[in-house]
């Protein structure tokens, strides 16, 4: 199996392993808890921490992994029309995709300071958690949208595929920008995801 292959079934895989892993999660684990409602997102944080310290890293790794194909897709278009706006969206999706590390690493030792009964450590660590994700989630739903603008001037790739990594970026960083904890987030990751299984589908197809 070649690189190409190996690239697209990344994009089509990890993403919707990872996507389904946080709302099963977020649904059977945390019992329906989000950061919108902090008493109840701490308490199950903290009931099931090791549960948290385990999935989140990993469900984090299987995001970088298809974002990780999106530089194969960047590198594909040097040279041409798009390469430079992909190339800059490319950027903003690694500093952002970085940043999110650090609201995974708050949100475990949120839940590590619940469970151990730290509850004056667990509020701020949330906090902390909570404003670097909506920073770093803006800055990565920014670069996503460049990428796909690239695609469309390049169009290197059907414009459906690009238009739907525009709209979902935008989405994205509107409602990080205006509510960051809504559960409306939820349709701009979707369209997110939605996008990587495209575009690996699209790099299946392609011939060599």
């Known amino acids: ?4 292959k190996i690239t697209g079934l990344s994009m089509i895989i990890a993403p919707v392993v990872a996507i389904l892993g946080w709302i099963g999660m977020g649904i059977i684990v945390l019992d329906n808890a989000s950061p919108g409602d902090p008493a109840k997102w701490m308490s199950e944080l903290g009931a099931n921490s090791e549960v948290v310290k385990f999935v989140m890293p990993l469900i984090t790794v299987l995001f970088l992994i298809a974002i990780g194909g999106l530089n194969r897709i960047k590198n594909s278009m040097e040279g041409g029309e798009g390469h430079m706006m992909a190339g800059f969206g490319f ?3 690694i500093l952002g995709s970085a940043a999110q590390l650090g609201e995974v690493a708050f949100t475990v030792a949120t839940a590590e300071a619940v469970n151990t009964n730290n509850m004056s450590v667990a509020p701020a660590m949330l906090a902390g958690g909570q404003a670097i994700g909506a920073t770093s989630t803006t800055v990565t739903a920014i670069g996503f949208a460049l990428i796909g603008i690239g695609i469309l001037q390049q169009k290197n790739f059907t414009p459906l595929v690009a238009g739907l990594m525009i709209i979902a970026g935008i989405f994205a960083t509107a409602m990080s920008l205006i509510d960051y ?4 987030m939820m349709i701009g990751y979707l369209g997110m995801v939605a996008s990587l299984v495209w ?10």
């Open 199 to 208: 575009l690996g589908a699209s790099l299946l197809r392609q011939e060599d």
């Open 181 to 184: 904890e809504s559960p409306l």
């Open 1 to 4: 199996m070649d690189s190409r």
């Open 91 to 93: 950027l903003l999706v």
